[in-house]
């Protein structure tokens, strides 16, 4: 709709494992037989209300975002908006502009204090970032409604992921987020979830994201016993995720212009389609930084790679 607003706001934060007293959800069903992680679509400010009701595509809500509206670009300010790699490879588009342009003219480092990674988000103005964002344009809302990112599209919800125990996929649902400035709640128009989100498109932006997504919520797990196998992250494999996350040009370079077509087996066809296809290549980093930070067998040594690494680890072991 020509006069839905984007959202705003925060981050998407990938959260624990279900802690109710912690995200004030309210986990359905048998609660000892699952696991769940939560993707939050709000700032991570004290006393956001979080409605603990399981969202099914199914079920509706009121709610409205429109030019007219008491609050209008009232979440736009003190924005913290964490970019996923869909969000940097549909700005960049829109802008015309290379991601390490983008990097530095329009984002912030920082680190996702939860899975301890590096992340890039928005900049805002003013010198403790509580200003407006730096896409804001004003009356005329987001200067980049049709590229704008995952989180100001979810806004006001939140995306959660549930794993049955034993189940071999996850299950993504959504719940509602209630902040006392956003007056958006209380419009009469109803919609279900799958309409909300089909409006705001995230389906797309959400595959994009499936193995960034999947990444960030294990290190949340993963850290709370001191990080992969109990090993902490090492600053160049965060270094690495940071490229994989925020550069796929730099991402192209390591790969075309290092030893890592040597070392890995890549189908010689899947070879061309990553010269040019950037999503293809985000796929492929997912895939390497899952088999990097947690040995999963997503991506394939090379058998004389592999013998020589065994070797290496064989004679550093002392073993003969
Ligand atoms: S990107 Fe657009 S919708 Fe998101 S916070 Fe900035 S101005 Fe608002
Ligand atoms: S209704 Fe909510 S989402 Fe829309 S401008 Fe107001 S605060 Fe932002």
Redesign the pocket.
């Known amino acids: 709709m020509a006069d839905q607003?984007k959202?705003?706001t925060d981050s998407q934060s990938p959260a624990t494992e279900s802690q109710r007293d912690e995200t004030g959800f309210q986990r359905p069903g048998a609660e000892k037989d699952i696991e769940i992680d939560i993707f939050e679509g709000v700032r991570q400010a004290k006393g956001n209300p979080v409605e603990p009701v399981r969202l099914q595509a199914a079920d509706s809500f009121c709610f409205s975002?429109h030019k007219s509206?008491s609050?209008?670009?009232?979440?736009c300010h003190e924005a913290d908006v964490t970019l996923t790699p869909a969000d940097i490879l549909m700005l960049t588009k829109k802008l015309g502009i290379g991601p390490a342009e983008f990097l530095a003219q329009y984002t912030v480092p920082a680190l996702w204090e939860k899975s301890d990674m590096p992340v890039a988000k928005l900049r805002t103005d003013g010198e403790s970032g509580a200003g407006a964002c730096v896409f804001l344009a004003g009356d005329e809302g987001c200067g980049v409604y049709s590229a704008r990112p995952a989180t100001c599209r979810y806004?006001?919800m939140g995306l959660a992921s549930i794993k049955m125990m034993g189940a071999e996929h996850k299950e993504d649902f959504n719940f509602l987020v209630k902040e006392s400035?956003?007056?958006?709640h209380e419009e009469e128009k109803s919609q279900t979830v799958a309409q909300f989100r089909a409006e705001q498109g995230v389906e797309a932006l959400d595959e994009i994201n499936r193995g960034w997504i999947d990444i960030m919520m294990k290190m949340v797990s993963w850290r709370s016993v001191g990080g992969p196998n109990a090993k902490a992250v090492s600053p160049q494999a965060k270094k690495m995720f940071f490229m994989v996350s925020t550069d796929v040009d730099a991402f192209r370079r390591f790969v075309f212009e290092t030893r890592f077509l040597d070392t890995y087996v890549i189908d010689p066809d899947v070879v061309e389609i990553l010269k040019t296809d950037d999503i293809a290549l985000l796929q492929l980093g997912f895939d390497w930084l899952k088999n990097v930070l947690f040995n999963e067998q997503t991506i394939n040594m090379r058998e004389q790679v592999l013998q020589g690494a065994i070797a290496k680890a064989r004679t550093e072991m002392g073993a003969t």
């Open positions: 607003k959202h705003a975002c509206i609050c209008w670009n009232r979440c806004y006001p400035h956003c007056k958006g």
